[in-house]
RNA sequence: CGGGAUGUAGCGCAGUCCGGUUAGCGCGCUCGGUUCGGGACCGAGAAGUCGGAGGUUCAAAUCCUCUCAUCCCGACCA
């Protein structure tokens, strides 16, 4: 047996896929459970990446015209009644409110009282509250179109949780616009979707497929809902981004009205678009390995951690003068648009172990400085998308452009990584037989790591889609935007079909 | 909401079957010292309503009843 290196994160992704995910977050310390069932707790690290998301993404819906607002927490159930399939999409996840204070019960505790003549829902998603707003705001034609953006929280009460992926109360973004026309509001929809894509893209390093989803998998009250859909490691796919065309439903259903060029009062055009903290839950599975959180440069709450190497406190007082020096050189640097913060790590633990802090906290680059380095005015860097123990000394002079350019091979390589990582996992397949052992794992009991993407045509059918999820927990992820039109035969039924559709298991 | 399991120190567990001194162990934590470039070591120390309530008993972490909570597997979902 050859002896393997250790790694920081037990178990493996080969091992244990989910409970890797749940220790690559206890180690790099993101989150944590709360005592509030189904709810967690975000700590610094983990805030501090949704800090940059909101940042990068707050930016783009700037440019692309809209203003950030905030709508209540509470929706009058009466509101959330008005839209038939909102109502039956929701209904079986929603917190209530119905009363409104505490009274002493006698017995040294409290009992619920003041009932609420109209119980309140707590916003599972905004659509008819923020309607209620958009019908006294819009008039005229002259009002449109309405581009307004919320960052808020939200409640869906899961029976399973797990952090960033499922919770019962997440942070996300939701954007609500009105339009004059439909095609207008169609052009908005697909707009966002490609600010998302790009978002994904660029600053998380993560490569993802437009598409659009099936009947049986969009958003309750829509009319049409596209997606952006990414693959994970265990080569499931997780919906990391979701825009919405709603038609004129909501808009009937909250009286959104305007009067048009030619006098006519008519009904607006609406869309919806979100993306949440389950972004983290993609980074986190897209990049990181077995040695913990992997971090793109672009969305890391910070970039270098210096690590000073001493053995007595002679060498102490030099060494840390030396690097606060280094960490000068990046006080006020930047990387394209995101500002580089340097930590440096000077807490009285092994050189070793404040090594494997940062690695497992996924911090893109680190520094280490000794005496050794000192002498040769240069400092041992390792990156974190490279081995571990994978180090090169790099002379100071140079040593900011170094840091600068390798922070763009990171990002870089990560995207890339991804990317192929998707592409090797992405198979044509046109056969059922082949399309059912390609879903099913060979262990049935501790199922390996399996599948991917299957490009397969599909009839359109529901009853296709019901009974292949029903067989082997596959659903149609999307229809991409870039399927080509091509004749063949349903992967379920044998009907005609005239392209592929992406189907797999997902998050 | 159905099936299974588990609640003992901050975390991970042993002890429960077969009741019996002061409830242990590992990690972490605190203090002192030696260390520090592949995850250090030595010494000392603090820390527990044994999930909760009731019962059986001379005696309960251990047996009985009820209850609460969490986790896993299903069904449902961003």
């Known amino acids: 047996m050859s002896k393997q290196e250790k790694t920081a994160i037990e178990p493996t992704r080969e091992q244990n896929y989910a409970e890797w995910y749940q220790q690559v977050i206890k180690n790099a310390d993101l989150a944590e459970n709360s005592d509030v069932r189904g709810c967690m707790v975000i700590k610094p690290w983990g805030y501090a990446i949704w800090e940059n998301i ?57 009992m619920v009282a003041g009932e609420l003549t109209e119980p309140l829902i707590v916003r599972p998603t905004s659509e008819t509250i923020i309607g209620a707003s958009f019908a006294k705001w819009v008039n005229s034609y002259r009002d449109l179109p309405l581009l307004i953006n919320q960052w808020a929280n939200i409640v869906r009460w899961e029976m399973r949780t797990r952090l960033f992926l499922r919770t019962a109360e997440f942070l996300w973004q939701e954007g609500h616009t009105v339009h004059e026309t439909a095609e207008d509001a169609m052009e908005e929809t697909r707009k966002m979707l490609e600010v ?56 009937k259903s909250s009286g959104i009205k305007f009067q048009g060029r030619n006098g006519e009062f008519e009904f607006a055009w609406t869309t919806s678009w979100g ?34 190497i001493y053995r007595d406190e002679n060498e102490k007082s030099s060494v840390l003068a030396y690097c606060d020096r280094i960490q000068q050189l990046f006080a006020k640097e930047y990387f394209e648009d995101i500002k580089i913060y340097c930590e440096l790590d000077d807490r009285d633990l092994t050189g070793s172990e404040r090594n494997w802090y940062w690695i497992k906290k996924g911090i893109p680059i680190r520094l280490e400085i000794g005496p050794r380095d000192i002498e040769s005015d240069a400092v041992m860097m390792a990156r974190r998308d490279k081995e571990p123990r994978d180090k090169q000394s790099v002379g100071v002079n140079n040593l900011r452009d170094y840091v600068l350019q390798s922070l763009k091979d990171i990002q870089d390589t990560y995207y890339q990584r991804a990317l192929s990582f998707r592409e090797a996992n992405t198979v044509q397949v046109d056969d059922n ?60 039924c044998g009907k005609p079909s005239r392209r592929r559709v992406i189907f797999a298991k997902s998050y």
């Open 196 to 251: 998302y894509a790009r978002f994904a893209a660029e600053y998380l390093a993560l490569p993802v497929i437009m598409g659009e989803k099936t009947e049986g998998e969009k958003f309750p009250g829509a009319v049409n809902t596209y997606c952006i859909e990414a693959m994970m490691q265990d080569k499931k796919a997780l919906q990391a981004g979701t825009s919405h065309f709603l038609g004129q439903n909501f808009a």
């Open 433 to 492: 037989r082949k399309f059912y052992k390609f879903f099913t794992a060979k262990n049935a009991e501790t199922p390996e790591i399996h599948g991917g993407f299957a490009e397969s045509h599909w009839c359109g059918d529901v009853a296709c889609e019901e009974k292949i999820k029903e067989d082997l927990k596959v659903t149609i992820r999307c229809i991409p935007f870039d399927a080509v039109e091509v004749e063949g035969r349903c992967i379920c």
């Open 54 to 110: 909101q940042r990068a993404l707050d930016t783009m819906f700037r440019e692309t015209g809209h203003r950030n607002a905030y709508f209540p927490l509470f929706i009058p159930k009466s509101y959330f009644e008005k839209e038939a399939e909102h109502v039956e999409g929701f209904a079986k996840e929603c917190a209530v409110v119905t009363h409104s204070r505490l009274e002493d019960d006698g017995n040294g505790g409290l």
């Open 275 to 308: 993306v949440s903290t389950r972004l983290i839950g993609a980074l986190i599975m897209a990049h990181s390995d077995d040695n913990g959180l992997a971090l793109p440069p672009k969305i890391a709450p910070s970039h270098i951690a210096i690590i000073p």
